[in-house]
């Protein structure tokens, strides 16, 4: 089956232990992407890469780190976290090099930092 | 900057019909339109290409506007289905940020029997 995984689902942690979000995605996808999803405020982009090796900054990166070592995956490293990056966070995915097709999303990763 | 949506929220009878709006300060390249049921993932509806390519689903549709860069999706004959939050996103034409995808804040639609 086609489809964008992401894990854990549910995170609770405390303010600035290191933690990894991972993501992956079985489609062979080009285009991978980071968002956060608070109340009010949509989808935000924290980062997105076109390509393995290549990323680059989305609306919000500051506190997160990323890399795509692989095509398949795009993990997303919060090296201190603090209790404003509690949100709901998503990864996408998507057949083209830029934002000119279907993004697919995963189920979703609920943070919350103490 | 994000996209402008409105308005925030709709509330529906079946059958009736309803239009969203995404307007944006910056020329396009692209518009999405997404649908998020509560605790789920956004789910794919529609996108709009500069030079009117589209692309999504026979039963809704859209319309974008290149020279006010502004876009609108049609619910038409509202169903009890069509309920949740609709998000538009804008991909800007631009080289240096070519990649970057923009999510308005929402319209919440609430369909009633």
């Known amino acids: 089956e086609a489809q964008v995984t992401q894990n854990p689902r549910y995170l609770i942690t405390v303010t600035g232990k290191k933690l990894t979000v991972t993501c992956s995605q079985n489609m062979n996808h080009e285009y991978m992407s980071w968002y956060r999803q608070d109340p009010g405020l949509g989808l935000r982009q924290i980062y997105y890469?076109?390509?393995?090796?290549?990323?680059d900054k989305g609306d919000v990166p500051e506190g997160y780190k990323v890399s795509r070592k692989e095509k398949r995956n795009f993990p997303l490293i919060l090296e201190s976290p603090s209790p404003n990056q509690t949100s709901l966070y998503f990864c996408?995915?998507?057949?083209?090099?830029?934002?000119?097709?279907?993004?697919?999303f995963g189920p979703g990763t609920r943070l919350t930092v103490l | 900057q994000q996209p402008v949506q409105s308005p925030q929220a709709v509330i529906l009878r079946e059958g009736e019909d309803a239009v969203i709006n995404c307007s944006s300060s910056?020329?396009?390249?692209?518009v999405h339109w997404y649908r998020q049921k509560h605790g789920e993932a956004p789910v794919f509806l529609m996108i709009l290409l500069k030079g009117g390519e589209q692309k999504g689903h026979e039963k809704i549709s859209a319309s974008f506007n290149e020279k006010k860069q502004q876009s609108s999706l049609y619910l038409t004959a509202s169903q009890l289905s069509y309920s949740g939050t609709y998000f538009c996103?804008?991909?800007?034409?631009?080289?240096?940020?070519?990649?970057?995808?923009?999510f308005g804040a929402g319209t919440q639609v609430v369909v009633t029997p």
């Open positions: 890469s076109m390509n393995v090796e290549v990323t």
């Open positions: 996408a995915s998507s057949s083209s090099r830029g934002p000119t097709d279907t993004q697919y």
């Open positions: 910056k020329a396009l390249y692209s």
């Open positions: 996103g804008t991909a800007e034409m631009t080289t240096d940020s070519w990649g970057k995808l923009q």
